[in-house]
T-cell receptor
Framework: SQQGEEDPQALSIQEGENATMNCSYKTSINNLQWYRQNSGRGLVHLILIRSNEREKHSGRLRVTLDTSKKSSSLLITASRAADTASYFC??????????????FGKGTKLSVKP | DTGVSQNPRHKITKRGQNVTFRCDPISEHNRLYWYRQTLGQGPEFLTYFQNEAQLEKSRLLSDRFSAERPKGSFSTLEIQRTEQGDSAMYLCARASTGPDTGELFFGEGSRLTVL
């Protein structure tokens, strides 16, 4: 079953611009994660935000979480061509189990043109 | 480097053949996961090991699929009598050390093409 749903499905911007991706989920969570995947490669963990946090920063990344709206956003500032990748949000399963049994959305495909 | 090595990176096989993928975490991490990712989709959880014990299995893991982690270090995922629908990227991940926060570190994956 799908928990997270990213929006937009695809995003094309120029280098230097900011990129914003959104994720909506269905059930209560205790944390939400964002991952990046370059074409044909494995996923890279970017950031984890807990349910009691509203905003978190890591370098050029800024993640927000609104538990009342069941949504999160990932902002990449001053984008670079190397940021071209697919970005996924992931949440733990409802009802318990290992926290690593993640449910991923379909992802946002970001293309940054030089 | 995420500390997870997967082999082979690519496998092309004919329908009906058996295939095996191997995952080697760099050191002994007690929590290890397998995921499957089809084209244009996010990864889907298959199974989870804590040490050598397989604690969770997804309904996606049909009886043609079997995973093992015999000594709590490397793990294998075998698919018997492959079908075209098995074509996908198979990803292995280790959990971060310490409390189970769900942060995963993925290998580069093994891409399976069933002809």
């Amino acid at each position: 079953s799908q928990q997270g749903e990213e929006d937009p499905q695809a995003l094309s911007i120029q280098e230097g611009e900011n990129a914003t991706m959104n994720c909506s989920y269905k059930t209560s969570i205790n944390n939400l994660q964002w991952y990046r995947q370059n074409s044909g490669r494995g996923l890279v963990h970017l950031i984890l935000i807990r349910s009691n946090e509203r905003e978190k920063h890591s370098g050029r990344l800024r993640v927000t979480l609104d538990t009342s709206k069941k949504s999160s956003s990932l902002l990449i500032t001053a984008s670079r061509a190397a940021d071209t990748a697919s970005y996924f949000c992931a949440t733990p399963p409802p009802g318990g189990g290992s926290q690593g049994n993640l449910i991923f959305g379909k992802g946002t495909k970001l293309s940054v043109k030089p | 480097d995420t500390g997870v090595s997967q082999n082979p990176r690519h496998k092309i096989t004919k329908r009906g053949q058996n295939v095996t993928f191997r995952c080697d975490p760099i050191s002994e991490h007690n929590r290890l996961y397998w995921y499957r990712q089809t084209l244009g989709q996010g990864p889907e959880f298959l199974t989870y090991f804590q040490n050598e014990a397989q604690l969770e299995k997804s309904r996606l893991l049909s009886d043609r699929f079997s995973a093992e982690r015999p000594k709590g270090s490397f793990s294998t995922l075998e698919i018997q009598r492959t079908e075209q629908g098995d074509s996908a990227m198979y990803l292995c991940a280790r959990a971060s050390t310490g409390p189970d926060t769900g942060e995963l570190f993925f290998g580069e994956g093994s891409r399976l093409t069933v002809l």
